[in-house]
């Protein structure tokens, strides 16, 4: 096959792979800007980026602003041509703010899941900054488009199908998620591309479709673009790479784990989540875990109901103090063996990708 661009808005990716956004801390400018240079669309997490900002803990919201502009900064400095976007979950307080830091900061792209973003668009109207919301249904999409065109007369730029073998917060129940069910995001896929056809018509402007969750190989990229997609959304390989921002403990935790650590876990934001099971993990499933201080990071987490603190379970694994952080991954966490460059794994994808029919 031949490697296809992934063209949205005024932008265009020579490789048809978005690096999916993994917070807290996972995927920050080092990974951004080498996804980014090597083809692809790097995206920096906006999920509490200010994690090591020496105010963090006393000025919670004004640290995520200037260590998301920071972030976004040396990205571009390090990838001066190359497409960079950020993600942000809907679910987040400061959700306003800190998309509005960065539009300021000119990113490329904006990507908005956990939760439906039916307010995107009056943030980035008028701007060259693109916007794509992820949804895990078809019923989802449409609810979007209908609301940002009625709202705003805007399409979105690219919609992002997240599947259920996904890592992180997942917008599926969690039933369904542990019976493992196979060809769901196939189905959805086939249903997004039936709603978007219409809308497409109608305002003369392609929607590109990318699908996420479980995707592995340069086989798994074609067999979905074979299918109608415009390109996929990976996180999972990217952690083990170099460039990745966590801790080398972190990206160790992925090449040693095994099929069998997976967990289902519940999230503060109210959605299932997919981890690596450990210790913390262990007692997250006995019951609530102490909580030390609330940073009213998520709009749906009440500090004497929610299981766990998100954000420094997230820390801790950033950090590599994994016995006590929550290690966010995909289902096909158990086929990584091995750490490599960025370049290198983008090579061994597109080169898979061209043995496809």
Known sequence: MEI???????????????????????????????????????IISGSQVGYREEDFRKN???????????????????SPTGIIGVN?????????????????????????GAGLPLELPKYVKGTQTAIMPIVS????????IRKWLRDYDYLPDGIVIEGPHAGGHLGFKKEDLLENKEGILETVLEGVKKIIEPFEKDKNQKIPVIVAGGIYTGTDIGKFLKLGADGVQMATRFVATEECDADQAFKEAYVTATEEDIAIIKS???????????????????????????YRCLKECVANKTPYCITDALIDAVE???????????????????IVKVQELVDELMNELKTVG
């Open 4 to 42: 296809p661009s992934l063209n949205f808005g005024q932008k265009t990716a020579k490789v048809p792979i978005i690096q999916g956004g993994m917070g807290i801390g996972i995927s920050l400018s080092s990974l951004a800007s080498a996804v980014a240079n090597a083809g692809g669309i790097g």
């Open 60 to 78: 919670t919201d004004e640290a995520n602003r200037r260590a998301l502009s920071k972030e976004i900064k040396k990205a571009r400095a390090m």
């Open 137 to 144: 249904s078809a019923k989802a999409a449409k609810v979007i």
């Open 88 to 112: 942000f979950l809907t679910a987040m307080n400061n959700y306003g703010d800190m998309i509005a830091q960065a539009v300021e900061d000119k990113v490329d792209l904006i990507i908005s």
């Open 268 to 294: 503060p934001v109210g959605l299932p989540g997919r981890a690596i099971r450990n210790a913390f993990v262990r007692e997250t499933e006995k019951g609530p875990v102490k909580i030390k201080r609330c």
């Open 320 to 338: 590599g103090k994994l016995e006590t952080g929550l290690i966010f991954a995909g289902s096909q966490v158990g086929r990584i063996n091995k």
